[in-house]
């Protein structure tokens, strides 16, 4: 059987803080699979996680339990300089971001592929002018048509953006206070009690 694109199995990130009496301020928790190659739209609040998912799934941040696989790989056990050839993270303009290293690289596996299965778009910064949009979309569309599995986390502060996320996303996962949940589709995301009062005044009527 082939390995899923991405698998996150039981997956927590703690942050604590205190020297003495270690006191949690946040836990992330998630178990995602995804088979195919797709296009997924993520949304939730600042500081509710999203990024820390993103360099979760990428291995530029590490774990406090569970385990991330690209093509049935340990993305924590790939040597560093290589990790990008399964997941890339590229945040808000397009800066990739770094690996935390905790072992010798000389001690972990190749990553088996030499370019990335996963790609994941930390809040894009889209510009309405000179067909930018167009470019970007498209470029999500070949990515997916490659066989790559594609996030597009956005923070909707213009109708546009949802207009976009309907558009080109085919599945969906809403991160709020550490929890991670999916939605099949643009419509069952925005029954969700929760995304209605996030999105405020920018949830289309029609959805409810």
Known sequence: MTAPILEVRG???????????????????ADLTMHDSSIVGVMGPNGSGKTTLFELIT????????????????????????RDRLAIHYHQSYQVRHFRRTRPSFLMRPA????????LFDEPQFNTRDGYIGFMLDFFLRLKSEGRLVFV?????????LELMEEVCERFVFVLAGRVRESPDFRSLLREPDVRTYLGRLAPVHAA
């Open 112 to 119: 088996g592929h030499d370019y990335p299965m996963v790609h």
């Open 11 to 29: 997956l927590v990130k703690r942050y604590a803080r205190g020297l003495f009496r270690r006191r949690e301020t946040f836990r992330l928790e």
């Open 153 to 161: 986390c956005l923070h909707p502060n213009e109708p546009y953006h």
């Open 59 to 82: 291995g530029s941040n590490v774990p406090s339990a569970g385990s991330v696989r690209v093509m049935g790989r340990n993305i924590h056990d790939v040597k560093y300089a290589e």
